[in-house]
Nanobody, 128 residues
Framework: QVQLVESGGGLVQAGGSLRLSCAASGRTFSRSAMGWFRHPPGKEREFVAARSWNTFMTRYADSVKGRFTISRDNAKNTVYLQMNSLKPEDTAVYSC?????????????????????WGQGTQVTVSS
């Protein structure tokens, strides 16, 4: 059974930092792009960050550029999201996701529909 399990969420004051982890099991995702999405209260789920399987290509939502960093450790089948300078508007449920195997090492996606595997999510709350 394929599972993605997020951890590291919590309550933090504005300006603080959190590091989210997403541990995968059931299959290796070394040839999948990995992404983070978030679902703010009362809004649609939105793209946050993505990284290709060769670890070199990344994309970020404009709202988090310069503050968030996505990284991955293929040997551990784990992807991370380092979040710095957090703002109240970053409050959301954060979910990691993985695509199916991709033919090109630098492929990634910012589109939810292209991700086949999803975690349950972890709550991040930023207080002002």
């Amino acid at each position: 059974q394929v599972q993605l399990v997020e951890s590291g969420g919590g309550l933090v004051q504005a300006g603080g930092s959190l590091r989210l982890s997403c541990a995968a099991s059931g299959r290796t995702f070394s040839r999948s792009a990995m992404g983070w999405f978030r679902h703010p209260p009362g809004k649609e789920r939105e793209f946050v960050a993505a990284r290709s399987w060769n670890t070199f290509m990344t994309r970020y939502a404009d709202s988090v550029k310069g503050r968030f960093t996505i990284s991955r450790d293929n040997a551990k089948n784990t992807v991370y999201l380092q979040m710095n300078s957090l703002k109240p508007e970053d409050t959301a449920v954060y979910s990691c996701a993985a695509t199916a195997d991709l033919p090109s090492s630098d492929q990634l996606s910012m589109t939810q529909q292209e991700y086949h595997y999803w975690g349950q999510g972890t709550q991040v709350t930023v207080s002002s």
